[in-house]
């Protein structure tokens, strides 16, 4: 896969079958968008293509009054794509000019002179253009004047819930993992560095490496204890972590800790991917250390069993 960074020099990408979105989190709505593209590429002889936008317009447009964090760091979305079989990703750089480009500028300049658009797919609900303009009954209807066939693709459900990017972040957010797993089609993930601690999980005999994430905006799921799948150079570990301020030992800042099941290696500066597999509990301050680590004893057991359970 080829991620082109802007559109003024697109070359080459033949018989282009293209979607357009911000795509967030790569959910089971957006996946269905993508396998239809693929489909087409496959019946034209051609090549698939996301058009998205980074920053996230609503970081541009509306100062981010409602603290937007997004389900997937761009790097992380690329990687989703790679593996689900996609051949370009063209990042338009998303400013407030861009912003004002008309429906039709953009059709002309990016899907049409850019990308030359044999196909062209889009979700139930895609807008584009300034104030959001642009649809899919406007494509529909001028397709043969842009020389290129369009198609929509209709809302997804599962359980009769429409999926969305929106329901999928207010679920990691209450730290309904397992939820945003149904969503999603795989287990929510966060990508951060191992940094020392102060060394407090270790004298409770419950060594854990400190997660740092990188990307400011990454959603991290609620407070609380939950059962992991860590992976370390390109290995899977099982573990349990905790996300919080540590309570029992007057910690003053979140952290984000996990204890890796088995596992003694000296990972500081190493990159570190973690799943979330079940929540185990809230955070919770107790009347000492001996009570904590009890808890985490029975945590661990707890992680075991629905880990056991995945594997």
């Given at each position: 896969?080829?991620?082109?960074?802007?559109?003024?020099?697109?070359?080459?990408?033949?018989n282009?079958?293209?979607?357009?979105?911000?795509?967030?989190?790569?959910?089971?709505?957006?996946?269905?968008?993508?396998?239809?593209?693929?489909?087409l590429?496959?019946?034209?002889?051609?090549?698939?293509?996301?058009?998205?936008?980074?920053?996230?317009?609503?970081?541009?447009?509306?100062n981010?009054?409602?603290?937007?964090?997004?389900?997937?760091?761009?790097d992380?979305?690329?990687?989703?794509?790679?593996?689900?079989?996609?051949?370009?990703?063209?990042?338009?750089?998303?400013?407030?000019?861009?912003?004002?480009?008309?429906?039709?500028?953009?059709?002309?300049?990016?899907?049409?002179?850019?990308?030359?658009?044999?196909?062209?797919?889009?979700?139930?609900?895609?807008?584009?253009?300034?104030?959001?303009?642009?649809?899919?009954?406007?494509l529909?209807?001028?397709?043969?004047?842009?020389?290129?066939?369009?198609?929509?693709?209709?809302?997804?459900?599962?359980?009769?819930?429409?999926?969305?990017?929106?329901?999928?972040?207010?679920?990691?957010?209450e730290?309904?993992?397992?939820?945003?797993?149904?969503?999603?089609?795989?287990?929510?993930?966060?990508?951060?560095?191992?940094?020392?601690?102060?060394?407090?999980?270790?004298?409770?005999?419950?060594?854990?490496?400190?997660?740092?994430?990188?990307?400011?905006?990454?959603?991290?799921?609620?407070?609380?204890?939950?059962?992991?799948?860590?992976?370390?150079?390109?290995?899977?570990?099982?573990?349990?972590?905790?996300?919080?301020?540590?309570?029992?030992?007057?910690?003053?800042?979140?952290?984000i800790?996990?204890?890796?099941?088995?596992?003694?290696?000296?990972?500081?500066?190493?990159?570190?991917?973690?799943?979330?597999?079940?929540?185990?509990?809230?955070?919770?301050?107790?009347?000492?250390?001996?009570?904590?680590?009890?808890?985490?004893?029975?945590?661990?057991?707890?992680?075991?069993?629905?880990?056991?359970?995945?594997?």
């Open positions: 896969m080829i991620v082109h960074d802007g559109y003024e020099n697109l070359e080459g990408i033949k282009a079958v293209v979607t357009i979105g911000t795509f967030d989190g790569i959910h089971l709505g957006h996946q269905e968008i993508i396998s239809r593209v693929i489909e590429a496959k019946s034209v002889n051609g090549e698939t293509a996301l058009v998205t936008f980074w920053p996230h317009p609503r970081y541009v447009l509306g981010n009054k409602d603290n937007l964090k997004l389900l997937t760091t761009f992380e979305k690329a990687e989703i794509l790679e593996q689900l079989g996609l051949d370009h990703i063209v990042r338009i750089n998303f400013t407030k000019e861009f912003s004002q480009w008309t429906s039709e500028q953009f059709i002309q300049r990016i899907i049409i002179s850019a990308l030359h658009t044999k196909r062209l797919v889009i979700g139930y609900d895609h807008r584009f253009g300034k104030d959001r303009e642009g649809g899919f009954e406007h529909k209807k001028h397709s043969d004047r842009y020389g290129f066939e369009v198609e929509e693709i209709p809302k997804q459900t599962i359980d009769h819930v429409g999926i969305s990017s929106t329901k999928i972040r207010n679920a990691v957010d730290g309904k993992v397992e939820l945003a797993h149904d969503f999603l089609g795989r287990f929510y993930e966060i990508n951060g560095k191992v940094v020392s601690g102060d060394k407090i999980g270790k004298t409770l005999g419950f060594a854990t490496a400190n997660i740092q994430v990188e990307e400011p905006y990454k959603l991290v799921p609620a407070d609380g204890a939950y059962a992991i799948i860590a992976e370390i150079n390109s290995k899977q570990y099982k573990g349990m972590l905790n996300i919080g301020y540590r309570p029992t030992v007057d910690g003053k800042t979140k952290k800790e996990a204890n890796i099941f088995e596992f003694n290696d000296n990972i500081y500066g190493e990159k570190i991917k973690v799943s979330f597999i079940k929540r185990l509990r809230d955070e919770i301050k107790f009347n000492s250390k001996a009570e904590l680590s009890n808890q985490l004893q029975k945590d661990k057991e707890k992680a075991i069993q629905i880990l056991n359970q995945q594997h």
